[in-house]
């Protein structure tokens, strides 16, 4: 079976054609600069096989990009999907396992979307647009939030009045959890653990958006990010946690604009507010690494950005109770030594010890980067989303192929 | 040297007098903020008279719960340093002016009492940049005079003196890295190495951190806003529901106390209590990290006598994932009350020998942007 997964950002949409159960990748790309006209044009990095190609098109809608990309694919009939599985942020409180998309699903897609305003939308838009456009074709949604449907009440819960949280859906819901579970599952495979054994902290740094994961026996118990991706770790542009009464005081500072202060700590803070000078923590380590560049801005951003990871690595370290194993993923958790160097380095009683060579070298993933006698092993293991979208798309689907054909024998 | 104590409150005025280290008195006046200072405070002179504590070296102290940069130690009240504490008011509007107020009316009803105020935030006040920081642009943090404090400064000092004495009487000559856990109804945590707080559960603001009795604690911020929005709260009712109608008390549906939740062991209030108790684990594991390990756990705070629940069900684990590097039996308790704590820091302070003090304008704190509990 071939599966088409869609990754789908505000203006870009990644995909990836993976044959299943082999996990093979037969193309994949992203479309860029989708939705209205940029300086630049909007054009679709293809690429099949080590052959990479750029598409220049227009593409004013998701709607548009998606049908840019099939007409790519059905160029070769072996690249002609035959089903498309959808990456979704947020999948509210109801969908609290992946899902084959029927009617009713679209209808709560559709309801849930305000949860997520930036992510959701573009997605629900997307798969609208697959539905009218390729109506035969089965459609999976994979949600972010899934993996932390485990999360207990103690864990999920914000100390407000049990009514008024009731009411609004006031309740931790957890990111990134496809990467988190695909990790987990990787690394249990690696230490030869049953997953269903697992205990881990599992630390998904990306370039944009981070989160810290606590698993035990192989299911996530808490989360570092909450009802909305905006709380927890400082981010590229996310300011992680802060007061919520700094939060209230600078609406009202705001006028009680809602969207201005949104903004603000969505895409104005993190490493960029603190730094000053960029989002990415990468620019700033490799910009303090350099002989004879001394900034402040630049120290505090990187001290304050590799702090709060360590203290939420102690947190969850600690409710986790004995790890197996620490992990390291996405962008900046899989290329940049120093930082999982900084926040493991003196975390010996926690049972941490990293062999620092080792760290330094990197090489291919995955990786064990501990000493021989680390109580808890610190392991660099590359996230794909894809292909753990794939995954849970190609088990649906045939469980229910499966339950057509017991229906129709 | 005799102390009085003035704490006042919310919803009510501790008082307690010490002639040296002997407690003559101690009480509370509930309601007294609906009257107005002055019935409060003639009431308490009342009883410094009768008590004797009057008739000698009279110091009152004061706690303050903020004071910034600006109070690094405490001060006596004189005229210039009201002037600096009233600077401050847009921080803690009602708090600071109400005790400005308070202040005022012991200069009034004991004119001969210097005035001592003790700042919670004080201890804070060097916490690191990595800690005090958030991850917002500095512009904005200026604008805000944004950054994390912690507000039970004066237990956490005390706390941490004791469990220093102790480290030191085993041998130790490296600085102990301490872990003071604060049971007041808005509990706190920090980590300190020596004498030198490194983090702190608190923020830029009492809310922030571990949830109290009506006080929330950490949220989404996120969800602040959505609050303030979608709730249809606007930014002064979120902050009035986070504060006063939130934490231990709005999940169990009814007023709570700290300690009736921590040493419940039926009923509806032990889902709470649940809640409480991974909260303070999952703080106690972020301190542990930010200390590299922990020597040695202190317990202080009103609730302090609730500390053998907690240490049970915390410590152990904290010992299990090995961040706890002492049995998880061997742990302290500081059992003074803050009252004593605040009589002790007026009686070793040098008392001014001239106190010229000419009360200030009225200090009209803005009620309606109370952001800073």
Redesign the interface.
Known sequence: MRIIVFNCGSSSLKYRLIEMPGERQLAGGEAERVGPKTAEPARIVHQVGDVKEIVQVEMPDHASAFTQVMRLLERDPSLVPDAIGHRMAHGGPNFTAHVVLDDAVMAELERIQVLAPIHNPPAVRLIAACRQLYPRLPETVVFDTVYHATIPEVARTYALPGALAAKHGFRKYGFHGTSHQYVAQEAAKLLDVPFADLNAVSCHLGSGGASLCAIVKGRSIDNTMGYSPLQGLVMSTRSGDLDPAAALSLLAREAGNEKSVEAMLNRQSGVLGLSGVSADIRDVLSRLSKQGEVSEALTVAAQVYLWRIRKYLGMYLTVVGRAHCVIFTDTIGERVPYARWAVTSGMEPFGLEMDCEKNDQGGSLPVDLSKPGSRVRILAIATNEEVAIARFSYSLLSATSARRERIAS | VNTLVIIPGRRSLRYAGFKANEESCMGTIRGWSWQGPSAALEEVAAIARATGLADGDLRIALRSIYGGAEFPSPVWLDQDNEKRLLDLTRHSPIHLSTLVDVAREARRVLPRAPVIVAFETSFFIDLP???R??????A?AQ??E?R?WGFHGIFHSAAVAEANRTWRRSGQELPARILSICLDPQPEIAAVLGQCPI?VTS???P??GL?GET?????????????????GL???G??T???S????S??A?RRVRLDEVLAATAGDLV?VR??L??RI??????????L???DSVVFSGRYSAVAPVVAREILP??Y????L?CPPTHWEMLTTPLERLLAEIAMVQQAPESYPWQPMPDTGGDFE?E???
């Open positions: 940049v990595r800690e920081t958030y991850a917002v642009s500095p904005l604008k805000l944004l994390r983090t923020g830029a603001t809310l922030e949830p006080n929330s604690g950490e949220i989404d911020p996120s969800l602040a806003l959505a609050l303030a929005g979608e709730a606007g930014p002064e979120a902050n529901l986070l504060t109608e939130s934490g231990l709005g999940l549906g889902r649940e809640f108790l991974y684990l999952a703080a106690a594991g972020a301190a542990a990290a930010a590299g390990g922990v684990r904290l299990d994932c090995g961040a590097l942007t952001f800073y509990p």
